[in-house]
């Protein structure tokens, strides 16, 4: 059983970068290719292969070349639902903090 929870930290490890996580979200709809993602990312070229070399090592994406294009796609969209639920989590414990600090400033 450890060594699961050893290769779920692992794989973890790649949601822990915000560039990551926002090609993985304009990943979400369809496949883009690397020159798409440059252009929504704002990212250099090598530092976006570098996120996709990582994102691919991991299994999150997938990759087909084209010509001289490369196209990549989110590789199961259960990886989505996952971002997806954690960014859930996060804005309604956005939410609960507003409404306590909200009610504190009713206080004063």
């Known amino acids: 059983m450890q060594e699961i929870f050893d290769l779920q930290a692992d794989v973890c ?9 926002e090609i ?3 990943l979400k709809e ?3 290719s690397a020159g798409e993602l440059l252009e929504k990312t ?7 292969s570098q996120h ?7 299994g999150v994406i ?3 070349r084209e010509g001289v294009t490369v196209y990549y796609r989110i590789s199961n969209p ?3 639902e996952a971002c997806v639920l954690m960014r859930e989590v996060i804005l309604e414990q956005f939410e609960e ?7 504190l400033n009713k206080l004063k």
């Open 52 to 58: 996709m070399g990582v994102l691919k090592a991991k």
């Open 42 to 48: 704002g990212l250099s070229k090598a530092n976006l």
């Open 62 to 64: 997938l990759s087909r």
């Open 24 to 26: 993985i979200n304009h």
């Open 97 to 103: 903090k507003s409404r306590m600090v909200a009610s």
């Open 30 to 32: 369809k496949e883009l």
């Open 78 to 80: 259960k990886i989505i």
């Open 13 to 21: 490890k790649v949601f822990s970068n915000p560039k990551r996580l």
